[in-house]
């Protein structure tokens, strides 16, 4: 049994198993992949104070950092349900796909999010090589280029404004007959100059030549017709889903769209469950802001344990 058991490996885990090993809590961390989704991000160049990294670089150097303490680091291994504790201060339960039962007076949850795929051929061959999923991460590296956005909600729009103010000319791709952003958002959308707008527009497929993006061809639903746009990037923006289907049944609050609801100390609706990063409410979803919102966890579980668990 731990004082503190953290499920999921990504900056936000990391970073509040750290915070929780440093006050002297037996801290165990299980992720289904240490690293989370900066194993998949190649450079990275808005974690600050480190001007240039990348994805690889930096999980290994979470891994290391979390090597530094005395922390049971379980990889590999996936969480499946949630039991939490009846009274404050008893073992919350946590039943891994391996057959294990984790116990822990508290419990950090921060098992992240997934960037929903288009699935259309091309998208995983160009991943990192003209198609990406974050404008805050990798807009300025298309600099003065053509880019597609992909979907046309309140994400889609955004990052379309704010591509529009970067790289040469943005093209937004709606399947549906509207969009579903907020009107002030499309208002303004429309009043850029460099954008184009596409509706009923199904995207078929990511072309490239091998080595980068090169167009996309999309279907006019109205009509029928394929058509093929020239540009360097795509930008998927039809979703982030966070990892919570495993928690649905524990009790825990989670928001229409599936994160947890957590306060500003990062407590969720129950005693001595915590969450942080890209899997809770907490708006903007960067490396950055899940470290903050994972040690923010940590300090809040130290708290909790200071007053509900016998020393
Ligand atoms: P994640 O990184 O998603 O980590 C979640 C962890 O939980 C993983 O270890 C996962 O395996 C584990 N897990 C999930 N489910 C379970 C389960 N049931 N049981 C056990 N473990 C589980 N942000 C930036 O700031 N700058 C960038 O340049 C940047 N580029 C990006 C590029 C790409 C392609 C992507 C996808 C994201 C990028 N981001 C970037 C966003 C950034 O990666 C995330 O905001 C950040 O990783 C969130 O950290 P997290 O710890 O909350 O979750």
């Known amino acids: 049994a731990f004082e503190v ?137 298309f600099k003065g280029k053509r880019v597609a956005v992909i979907g046309g909600g309140n994400s889609g729009v955004e990052a379309a404004i704010d591509l529009a103010g970067i790289v040469g000319h943005v093209t937004l791709f709606e399947f549906d007959s509207k969009l579903r952003a907020d009107e002030v958002l499309q208002d303004k959308l429309r009043l850029m100059p460099n954008v184009d707008i596409h509706l009923n527009a199904q995207t078929t497929e990511i072309t490239g030549d091998g080595e980068r993006v090169n167009g996309l061809i999309y279907k006019d639903r109205e009509s029928g017709d394929e058509r093929k746009v020239a540009l360097e990037g795509v930008f998927v923006q039809i979703g982030l889903v966070p990892n919570t289907e495993w928690l649905r049944d524990s009790g825990l609050a989670l928001s229409q769209h599936g994160e947890i609801e957590i306060d500003h100390k990062a407590a969720s609706n129950l005693p001595g469950v915590f969450a942080a990063g890209d899997v809770t409410t907490v708006p903007y979803k960067q490396i950055i802001i899940a470290m903050g919102e994972g040690s923010k966890a940590a300090l809040s579980a130290f708290d909790y344990l200071i007053r509900n668990a016998a020393p």
């Open 5 to 141: 058991l953290v499920i999921g490996g990504g900056p936000a885990g990391a970073s509040a198993a750290i915070y929780t090993a440093r006050k002297g809590f037996s801290t165990g961390i299980a992720a289904e992949r240490f690293g989370g989704q900066v194993l998949d991000t190649m450079g990275i160049e808005n974690f600050i104070s480190v001007p240039y990294t990348e994805g690889p670089k930096l999980a290994a150097q979470l891994e290391s950092h979390v090597g530094e303490y005395d922390i049971d680091v379980m990889n590999l291994q996936t969480a499946k349900k949630l039991v939490p504790a009846e009274r404050a201060g008893d073992y919350h339960q946590v039943e891994m796909e391996n057959g294990a039962v984790l116990k822990a007076r508290s419990v950090i949850l921060s098992t992240g999010a997934r960037w929903r795929n288009l699935g259309v051929p091309g998208e995983q061959d160009y991943r990192n090589k003209g198609v990406a999923y974050c404008p805050h991460c990798d807009g300025p590296l």
